[in-house]
C-alpha cells in the first residue's frame, strides 16, 4: 500500500520524517502523489493525495497557511523537497504540520521528485497486482464454495478469511439465509427486507442495536432478491473490503439463481401432484413415486391443509417458500404446491388427528409474523391413510380454507367441524351471496336506514337464541309484545314468517352470507 511511511521505509528515496501525524496518520493510503508549488493548491488536490513541494510558494504565504489549506484538501501528508535556496525545512512548516497532526518527511537535496513519483508508481502498480490475485484467488475459492453446494455460508467463510467484516445476507421475504460474524434479529431483517423493496434500494441502512449497515445488492434476474448486509457503514470500509464484498455478491446471485431454479421445479412437481390426487385413477399410479421424491412414505398417514389470507387477496409471492420453512423447523418433509387462490401442503401425519389444529395454528401464527400480520386461514381435511386416500381430503382443505377465508376470528378449522351451512355458503361465489343478501335482507335494512329502527338487530338476537322468544326479549331488554311486534314487521318487509323453519332457514342464511352492519 502507498503511504508516507511505505516511501520513508525505501532508503534510496533519503526521506526523513519529521512529523508523524496524529494516531495513524503516517502510514494512511495514498492515492497518489501532488508535486505543486501553488500558495493555495486545495482546488486542484484530491482527496488523500500526497503533496511534493519545494517552497517557492515561500514569500507569498505563510507556511502555516499552506499546511492548512493543504488538510483542507484532505491531503495524507506533505513531503519537503530541499534545495540550495532551502537546505532545512523551515521551522515554521515543521511547527505547522505538527499543530495540523499533518505527516511531513524531507526529501534530500540529491534526489529528486520523479524518484518518488517512480517509487509511487511502483507501489501502486503491486497493490494492483496483489489486488487481483487476491480477486481471482477469492474468485476461485467462491466458484468452489458454490459448486460444491455450500451456499451462502460458504460464500461468508470465503470472504472472512480475507476480511474480518460482521456479515449477513437476508432475502426479500426478511428470512435470514446465513451469517458470519455478526446477528440480525427480527426486526432488523424486516428492515433489510424493506430496504430492499425500495427502488433504488438504498446503499445503507439503519438496523437498530447493530448500528448503520451497507447493503449489497444480490439478485439472479435484475432484481434485488437478496442483499449481503456488512454491518458497518460504508465509509469505514476499505477499497479492497468494498471490492471483496461487491465480488461476493456477484456469486451470491449465482446462489440465489440456483435456490430459486430449485424451488420451481420443486413447484412445478408439487402441482403435478394435485393434479395426480384429483385426476382419480386415471394418473394414481404416479402418485407414490412423486411423494417419495419428496422424502414422504405414500403408504404412511398423510395429512392435508389449504392456507390462505383473509380478505380480497389470497397469497402473495414467498408464501408457499414459508410453509416449506416452517415444516423443514419441524422437521417434516412435505410437498407445498401455491396458486392464486391457496397453498396446498400435503405431509406425514403419525400423530391423533385432534392434535392436527394445533400444529395448523402454529403455522398460520408463524405466517402472519412473516407477512405483517396479515390474517392467515388453514382449511385441514383431515387425515389419509395413505396415498390412495388423499382425493377427499385435497378437496375437503381446500373447500374449508374458502370457508374461512369469509368468516371472521376462526383461523383453523378441519372439514369435518364446520357447519353445513358454512360449507354451502363457502362454495358460493362473491356476487351469488350478494343477491341472497340483498333479496331477502335490502327491504329490511332500506327500513332501519329510514325510520332508525332495529329490525335486522331484534332478527339477529331471535335467531342466535333459537327462536325462544322470551328469552330473546330479555336479551334485548323489551317485552315480549314488542318483540312480536318487530319480527312481524320483519315477516312483512321480507316475505320470509320467522314463525317457521322455511322462513327462518332463508333469513339465517342471508345474514350469514353478508353480515351488514
Known amino acids: 500500500m502507498l503511504s508516507l511511511r511505505s516511501l520513508a521505509e525505501d532508503r534510496s528515496l533519503e526521506l526523513n520524517v519529521l512529523v508523524e501525524g496524529a494516531g495513524e496518520a503516517l502510514g494512511a493510503e ?151 460474524g455478526g446477528e440480525l434479529r427480527e426486526e432488523e431483517l424486516r428492515i433489510v427486507a424493506e430496504g430492499l423493496a425500495r427502488h433504488p434500494p438504498p446503499l445503507e441502512l439503519a438496523v437498530g442495536e447493530a448500528g448503520t449497515a451497507t447493503l449489497f445488492l444480490v439478485g439472479a434476474l435484475g432484481e434485488a432478491d437478496a442483499g449481503l448486509v456488512c454491518l458497518r457503514p460504508a465509509h469505514s470500509l476499505s477499497k479492497a473490503e468494498h471490492d471483496a464484498l461487491t465480488q461476493a455478491a456477484h456469486f451470491l446471485s449465482l446462489e440465489v439463481a440456483r435456490r430459486q431454479a430449485v424451488q420451481a421445479i420443486e413447484m412445478r412437481f408439487a402441482t403435478e401432484l394435485l393434479d395426480m390426487i384429483l385426476s382419480g385413477p386415471s394418473r394414481a399410479a404416479e ?21 390462505a389470507f383473509s380478505g380480497e387477496v389470497a397469497t402473495l409471492p414467498g408464501l408457499a417458500e414459508a410453509v416449506v420453512e416452517f415444516f423443514t423447523a419441524e422437521a417434516t418433509p412435505v410437498v407445498v404446491a401455491g396458486g392464486s387462490q391457496d397453498v396446498i401442503a400435503v405431509h406425514p401425519w403419525r400423530r391423533p388427528e385432534h392434535e392436527l389444529p394445533a400444529m395448523a395454528e402454529r403455522l398460520a401464527a408463524t405466517l402472519s409474523r412473516r407477512f405483517d400480520d396479515r390474517r392467515v386461514v388453514v382449511g385441514l381435511g383431515g387425515v389419509a391413510a395413505g396415498w390412495a386416500m388423499l382425493r377427499s381430503p385435497l378437496m375437503e382443505s381446500r373447500e374449508a380454507c374458502r370457508v374461512l377465508r369469509r368468516a371472521t376470528g376462526r383461523s383453523v378449522a378441519l372439514f369435518a367441524q364446520l357447519g353445513t351451512h358454512r360449507l354451502l355458503l363457502g362454495m358460493q361465489d362473491e356476487e351469488t351471496l350478494r343477491r341472497l343478501a340483498s333479496g331477502v335482507l335490502g327491504p329490511l335494512r332500506a327500513h332501519d336506514r329510514e325510520q332508525g329502527g332495529q329490525l335486522e338487530a331484534t332478527l339477529r338476537a331471535f335467531l342466535d337464541h333459537d327462536g325462544h322468544w322470551a328469552t330473546t326479549a330479555q336479551a334485548l331488554y323489551v317485552h315480549v309484545n314488542t318483540l312480536r311486534n318487530r319480527l312481524a314487521r320483519v315477516t312483512e318487509l321480507t316475505g320470509r314468517d320467522v314463525g317457521t323453519t322455511e322462513g327462518r332457514v332463508d333469513l339465517f342464511l342471508a345474514l350469514q352470507a353478508d353480515p351488514g352492519t
Open 287 to 307: 402418485v407414490p413415486g412423486r411423494l417419495e421424491a419428496f422424502g414422504i412414505d405414500a403408504s404412511g398417514p398423510l395429512a392435508v391443509s389449504a392456507l
Open 30 to 180: 495514498a492515492l497518489w502523489v501532488h508535486n505543486t508549488e501553488l500558495p493555495d493548491p486545495s482546488p486542484y488536490i484530491r482527496e488523500r493525495e500526497l503533496v511534493l513541494t519545494n517552497g517557492l510558494w515561500l514569500g507569498t504565504t505563510s507556511a502555516t497557511e499552506f499546511v492548512a489549506n493543504v488538510a483542507r484538501a484532505g491531503a495524507v501528508g506533505i513531503v519537503f523537497g530541499l534545495r540550495e535556496a532551502t537546505p532545512v525545512t523551515p521551522a515554521e512548516l515543521v511547527h505547522a504540520c505538527r499543530n495540523a497532526g499533518l505527516p511531513l518527511a524531507e526529501l534530500s537535496a540529491d534526489v529528486p521528485f520523479t524518484a518518488v513519483s517512480q517509487a509511487a508508481a511502483a507501489a501502486v502498480a503491486e497493490q494492483r497486482q496483489q489486488a487481483l490475485v487476491s480477486m481471482v484467488r477469492r474468485g476461485n475459492a467462491l466458484a468452489d464454495a458454490i459448486s460444491q453446494g455450500a451456499g451462502a455460508s460458504g460464500v461468508l467463510r470465503v470472504l472472512r478469511r480475507d476480511h474480518d467484516l460482521p456479515l449477513a445476507v437476508a432475502d426479500r421475504m426478511g428470512r435470514l439465509l446465513a451469517t458470519a
